[in-house]
């Protein structure tokens, strides 16, 4: 989970908890305070009650002052017990529910309390001033207007909690919003700079003191990796232009010196092998040298508009020139009846040499079966197949072939270094086009290279 989100639910949720504790408390509190003064009222009525009982010349004036001053309870009743000094033979109410625990209790301490079912009550011990019996009064009465305050009080908390947690919740996105908004801009901006922007760099804004820090220390890092990542592409780029010189030489002369011999020579094989040799070298010196310009993205010499077709015919005279065991076949059965559909605008050289990439790789690892190609267009898109029928890529890795140096678990019996189809998959990249893998071990691989047609291009 993002390090936002878990900020927003901790502090959501223990605000929440602390809330939910303070209307508990509230609540408790105040139904305990209405409580506590509904036992006071019945307890006084007990009071008046006992007190005219147990004077009965003034009886009259004691019920007329509980009529006027105290509140009518909701199903009052009162029960009279005589209490004989001796406090034996008591025989206590069977009517109430309540245990003679109860009753004990208020004549030992003079007062007592139960509340059950809704129904509150009080039991009130006096003795008589002339030494005569005691008079025990039970009050009971329901707190009608006590049990709807309660209800009031728990929905009007219930829905205070809601609208606090709610208000809690979209204050807590908010600041969290503006806290890590400006992470979540470094977080996009570092992703986006790759081979080809390295010299990008992340945008100073007035945030935070710790965020700024951290956007310093991020330019650093990125200057610190385009300077190293420069260095080792001037030295590849060197090295790559020092061995083209030697080599083109190298296949010169073996050309000159195979011209010059009868073709049953026995020295004829051995300057075609110097021959094919060469120009894989030129090849892989040419991806080499290619990988380290990857960089700019566009060749100053230049796009053009080109029929794929065509380049598909440069590139065939290529990977014969590397070997002339190379079988390559062209399926030109899905030419589209409008030859416009095929032009694609592109850097000839570097979409050659990407195609030349796939189909290499097509021929060595099918042990140089043949590899077939097919050509069709289809909704502004121009489609090459590569077709073999090689050792194939596991399901698991064939997201993982286009990282560059990365190899698959079965080519270890195979030369290569893993640079050669993640270079074709930046050149088709700059060209707006991509690669789609379909593949399975030990039955081939195929390969769809997807290019955006020109003309659909100048509508865009």
Request: hydrophobic share 40%; glycine share 4%; aromatic share 10%.
């Amino acid at each position: 989970m993002k390090l936002q989100y878990s900020l927003i639910l901790i502090f959501t949720g223990l605000m929440a908890l602390i809330l939910l504790g303070i209307n508990l408390v509230m609540y408790s509190m105040s139904s305990g305070y209405r409580q506590y003064n509904f036992f006071l009222s019945l307890e006084n009525s007990s009071t008046i009650v006992a007190s005219a009982v147990l004077q009965q010349e003034k009886a009259e004036d004691y019920y007329a002052v509980k009529n006027s001053i105290l509140q009518h309870l909701a199903d009052e009743e009162e029960y009279i017990l005589r209490i004989n000094k001796d406090r034996s033979n008591i025989e206590f109410p069977a009517s109430l529910p309540l245990n003679e625990a109860f009753y004990w209790e208020a004549i030992r301490n003079g007062i007592a309390k139960h509340y059950e079912n809704g129904v509150h009550y009080v039991g009130l011990y006096k003795e008589h001033a002339a030494g005569e019996d005691g008079i025990l009064v039970v009050s009971s009465a329901r707190d009608v207007d006590g049990d709807a305050y309660r209800k009031r009080l728990k929905t009007t908390l219930a829905l205070a909690f809601l609208a606090a947690v709610f208000v809690m919740t979209l204050t807590t996105v908010f600041f969290s919003k503006r806290m890590f908004g400006p992470m979540v801009k470094i977080i996009k901006k570092v992703n986006s700079i790759n081979a080809f922007n390295l010299n990008d760099r992340l945008e100073k804004e007035h945030s935070l003191e710790e965020i700024g820090e951290l956007q310093d220390t991020l330019n650093g890092m990125l200057q610190r990796i385009e300077t190293a990542f420069k260095a080792q592409q001037d030295y590849v780029s060197n090295i790559s232009h020092s061995l083209r010189t030697p080599l083109t030489i190298i296949a010169g002369e073996a050309e000159i010196a195979l011209s010059q011999l009868e073709k049953e020579h026995k020295a004829t094989y051995s300057l075609q092998m110097i021959m094919q040799e060469t120009e894989k070298l030129k090849h892989i010196i040419n991806v080499l040298l290619e990988l380290a310009r990857s960089e700019n993205n566009t060749q100053a010499n230049a796009w053009r508009v080109l029929r794929l077709d065509e380049v598909l015919e440069s590139v065939k005279e290529i990977i014969y020139k590397m070997d002339s065991r190379y079988k390559l076949k062209i399926d030109f059965s899905n030419f589209p009846e409008n030859d416009s559909m095929l032009y694609v605008s592109c850097n000839e050289h570097l979409l050659s040499l990407a195609i030349c990439n796939i189909i290499l790789n097509g021929f060595k690892y099918s042990d140089n079966q043949d590899v077939r190609l097919k050509l069709h267009a289809a909704d502004n898109e121009v489609k090459l197949q590569v077709i073999d029928s090689g050792i194939g890529i596991a399901p698991s890795e064939q997201d993982k072939i286009f990282n560059p140096y990365y190899r698959g678990s079965n080519t270890f019996d195979y030369e290569g270094f893993g640079v050669g189809l993640p270079l074709a998959m930046k050149i088709l990249e700059m060209h707006k086009g991509t690669i789609r893998v379909s593949s399975k071990v030990g039955k081939g691989t195929k390969m769809e290279v997807v290019l955006p047609a020109a003309y659909a291009q100048q509508h865009v």
